[in-house]
């Protein structure tokens, strides 16, 4: 029997891919709902932490992706990395 996270991202990697029009729309409502109980600056700061943490990781996920590939998330992101980095 797979351990729990493992069956977790199988039970996620099984369910059908939502619109990117509908993702939006449930981030906007979300975010619409959240409104005053939400501090951007601690949130960029968390993901800055953690991108920092996984960079490797992450980078190469993204080099992998398809649709990241389109976008150049990898690149954009080391953009992000390296001016986040000068100021620090």
Known sequence: MP?????YYSDIGKMPAISDQDMNA?????SRMHMNEFNTMSALSEIYSYV??????ILGALDQDDQAGKQKLAYK???VITLMSIDS
């Open 26 to 30: 449930y981030l906007a409502e979300q």
């Open 77 to 79: 992101l080391e953009q």
């Open 3 to 7: 351990s729990y996270p493992t069956r």
């Open 52 to 57: 920092g943490k996984y960079s490797e990781e």
